[in-house]
């Protein structure tokens, strides 16, 4: 790190892009891990929706007298 600044003080350092694509690659880091929390969410509401329609047709197919009510 302070060979770094030294090469920047020295005026032949690294840009300071290369601190802006930093800064971005750590939101898009946040931003992808974010994501995959809310896709791991979705997916846990997706099994739950299924396996309440699995018990509801279930229930259905033990009373046949619901169905044609």
Do not use: F, S
Not at 29 to 36: G, N, S, Y
Not at 47 to 56: D, G, K, P, Y
């Amino acid at each position: 790190m302070l060979g770094e600044q030294v090469w920047r003080e020295v005026g032949i350092g690294a840009p300071d892009d290369i601190e802006q694509l930093k800064a971005r690659i750590t939101t898009l880091e946040q931003q992808a891990v974010d994501l995959e929390l809310k896709l791991h969410d979705q997916g846990d509401e997706l099994h739950a929706a299924r396996a309440t329609n699995r018990e509801l047709m279930a229930q259905l197919n033990r009373d046949p007298a619901r169905r044609e009510g």
